[in-house]
């Protein structure tokens, strides 16, 4: 049951992460022209330079506004990589001793190891 829930859940992050891949790309391509008209402001001496930049910047941030959908899709494309990491993963199984005096033994070391 547990492994038939995950796999919906993987499938409904797919969607999502697929839906959301336009939004992916238009962000990208936003912060990257902000981040360039942000330098090119600071290199430019002019006023008229500084007044380009400033209004490529901003029209840049408000795309960068409008795609920001994008964030859900970023998070489910990561809760897929960390879901397929950790399905790899085998589970270690875990002895618990019914011998009191292993127990005994695993106690009496740690109380050594107090003092």
């Known amino acids: 049951m547990k ?10 992050l797919g969607i999502v992460a697929l839906a959301s891949i336009g939004n992916i790309i238009g962000l990208a391509v936003s912060v990257a ?12 001496d002019s006023f008229g ?13 408000g795309a960068t506004f409008s795609n920001l959908p994008a964030i859900a ?20 199984p875990t002895q618990s001793s019914k011998d009191p ?5 695993q106690q009496w070391n740690d109380i050594k190891g107090k003092f």
Not at 49 to 61: E, F, N, P, R, T
């Open 3 to 12: 492994k038939f829930l995950m796999f919906i859940l993987a499938g409904v």
């Open 49 to 61: 330079g500084k007044l380009l930049w400033a209004i490529i910047g901003v029209i840049a941030v």
């Open 33 to 44: 022209i902000a981040y360039f008209s942000l330098k090119q402001f600071l290199k430019s």
């Open 73 to 92: 899709g970023i998070l489910a494309l990561y809760l897929l990589y960390v879901g397929y990491k950790n399905w790899k993963k085998e589970e270690k």
């Open 101 to 105: 005096f292993t127990s005994f033994d």
